[in-house]
């Protein structure tokens, strides 16, 4: 748990500070290392719960399998990063928010399975550890955390001179959370004429920052106020990847959802088709909802194909539900109550 990346010099320290100096001068500082461990200790250890039954500074987390009102526990996983969105907090030294979107968009993909999250595991890798940006970006962990009652129970931090640029770092997480056998959310009751339901998304998520950044930083400043809402682009670019579990668990238990997609690399059809019976695909009505203005501006700055913005980007949609038609209002209507803005963006069909 938070072991911080030093080989195998550890014991070399208490007896021979010549090997210690020597490894610092390679590049790695172990007093570092350990500084941000003292740091985010306690905001760490502000996760845990009764299931947590080890402290920070072990070799693994232990996380006792209590898993009350389940009656036969699946546990599901998830393992991912946040791309080069990781750039634009470089340029702009804004490190508070990135952990939180991994959280989250870890969160969400074990959520359209039907699970909620029991407990996040993180790795930061980077050439010259500073552990002001540490700290924040682990801070950042520990408020997804928070956000989606999960435990953060485990992290590396590795210092490796020459594999990083100077100022960066790459992050990436594994989420582990429990649904019941019967509630499994898998796709495979989905079927002809059902209906997709889509919620809003808040920007670009965690994916296609490769080509967002190409069109709009050949033309913008990250500080160019790219419209009349007083914020600028790298404010946009930076809004937190969204985690849509509280609004939708408790859904779960009280209507019948065939499946759920979460729109992230690929696109919102590609990311349906992995949800749905082969024989099916998604029929979508593109112009039922309003594009986000940030990514029409990404459109239009770089002239970039239709094809390739339904590809890459989420286009203002970051989770879709399948249900039938007979359950497509009902569905509306609580999502709304729920101050959502969901809106039905077509149906299944026939390959």
């Known amino acids: 748990m938070w072991a911080w990346e030093i080989e195998n010099t550890l014991s070399d320290r208490k007896t021979d500070a010549r090997n210690v100096e020597t490894y610092k001068k390679s590049g790695v500082d172990i007093d570092v290392g350990e500084d941000l461990v003292r740091r985010i200790k306690g905001p760490v250890r502000s996760t845990f719960n009764k299931n947590v039954l080890a402290d920070i500074g072990l070799f693994g987390a232990l996380y ?11 546990l599901v996983s998830s393992v ?31 959520l359209v399975c039907g699970a909620r999250p029991l407990f996040f595991l993180d790795y930061f890798a980077t050439g010259k550890l500073s552990a002001d940006v540490a700290e924040r970006v682990i801070r950042g962990f520990v408020r997804g955390c928070k956000e989606n ?18 100022g960066e770092y790459d992050i990436a997480g594994t989420i582990v959370g429990v649904v019941d056998a019967r509630r499994i959310i898998d796709g495979r009751k989905v079927r002809k004429g059902d209906v997709l ?19 709009l930083l050949e033309k913008y400043s990250l500080h ?47 990311n349906t088709l992995r949800v749905v019976p082969k024989a099916l695909k998604p029929k979508i009505d593109w112009h039922a909802w309003e594009r ?13 194909p239709e094809e390739d913005m339904r590809k890459t980007f989420n286009l203002g949609v970051g989770l879709i539900f399948i249900v039938s038609a007979s359950n497509a209002d009902r569905m509306v209507s609580v999502l709304r109550k729920k101050r959502e803005k969901p809106f039905v963006m077509g149906e299944i069909a026939k390959r």
Do not use: W
Request: proline share 4%.
């Open 80 to 110: 991912d990063g946040v791309g080069t969105k990781l750039k634009i907090a470089f340029a702009l030294n804004r490190h508070d928010t990135i952990g939180q979107d991994l959280v989250n968009h870890c969160v969400n993909d074990i």
């Open 149 to 166: 009652g999960c435990a953060l129970i485990g992290g590396e931090t590795a210092e490796m001179p020459g594999m990083y640029l100077s």
């Open 64 to 74: 006792r399998a209590s898993f009350d009102g389940i009656k036969k526990p699946i």
């Open 224 to 270: 160019t106020n790219v419209d009349k809402r007083g914020k600028t682009l790298g404010d946009d670019l930076l809004a937190v990847h969204r985690s849509y579990f509280k609004t939708v668990y408790p859904l779960l238990s009280k209507f019948e959802v065939k499946a759920m997609a979460h729109i992230t690399g690929g696109g919102i059809e590609g």
């Open 292 to 304: 986000p203005a940030l990514f029409r501006l990404i459109q239009k700055t770089g002239n970039v």
């Open 197 to 215: 339901i889509g919620i809003p998304s808040n920007g670009l998520h965690t994916n296609g920052y490769s080509l967002a950044r190409k069109v």
